[in-house]
């Protein structure tokens, strides 16, 4: 398994605090990417990093910011939780280039907003 | 821009019989495709893909899928199911250069009956 963990893996929180999850690599993987996964949506892109202290929007990225210091480390925030954001949130790393943009994918962690 | 239709959001089937799934994208630039499994409460695991060559992709366990750049279909087949495939299933594509972004359909739900 690729090495990818995120923290922490359950969090139950209250509307209107600031919450922020952590995903970490130990491949020295270029690209990262934040999902959340909801039942009839799939996967839905939050945000992903193109390299340290580069990052973009997702087709979902309202109410949430990124950051990556470091290559190994990508924290999603969110600013001030809300109930629509309660959902299962997963990382994603890939090596990137030509032939090899297979995403691997971190255990997830499950959000519930209060 | 890209985008992904699975129509099937569940599929029962005896164990033994064959099994497809359904993939239908759409795209106006060159694509890599993808199937992911994703089991209970894990995260997803890489299937199989098709980045070029041959249109027919196989997985060591015996699923394959077969590119079809007229129909811009990707399904997913098995002849023979096992209990143990029971999980949901995601088609995913992204282009074939630039941040090689995903675009996750809805995914189809597997279940195995004995």
């Known amino acids: 398994d690729a090495g990818i963990t995120q923290s922490p893996r359950h969090k139950v929180t209250e509307t209107g605090t600031p919450v922020t999850l952590r995903c970490h690599q130990t491949e020295n993987h270029r690209y990262m990417y934040w999902y959340r996964q909801d039942p009839g949506h799939g996967l839905r892109l939050i945000h992903y990093s193109y390299g340290v202290k580069d990052t973009d929007k997702g087709e979902v990225s309202d109410g949430y910011s990124v950051s990556r210091s470091k290559t190994e480390d990508f924290l999603l925030t969110l600013e001030s939780a809300t109930s629509s954001q309660t959902s299962v949130y997963f990382c994603?790393?890939?090596?990137?280039?030509?032939?090899?943009?297979?995403?691997?994918f971190g255990p997830g962690t499950r959000l519930t907003v209060l | 821009a890209q985008s992904v239709t699975q129509l099937d959001s569940q599929v029962p089937v005896f164990e033994e019989a064959p099994v497809e799934l359904r993939c239908n994208y759409s795209s106006s630039v060159s694509v890599y495709l993808f199937w992911y499994v994703q089991y209970p409460n894990q995260g997803l695991q890489l299937l199989l893909k098709?980045?070029?060559?041959?249109?027919l992709v196989e997985s060591i366990n015996g699923f394959e899928a077969e590119f079809n750049k007229s129909q811009t279909s990707f399904h997913l087949r098995k002849p023979s199911v096992h209990i143990s495939d029971t999980a949901e299933y995601f088609c995913?594509?992204?282009?074939?250069?630039?941040?090689?972004?995903?675009?996750f359909g809805t995914g189809t739900r597997l279940k195995v009956l004995a």
């Open positions: 994603a790393i890939s090596p990137g280039g030509q032939g090899s943009n297979e995403q691997f």
């Open positions: 995913a594509v992204s282009g074939s250069s630039g941040t090689y972004k995903y675009i």
């Open positions: 098709y980045l070029s060559g041959s249109t």
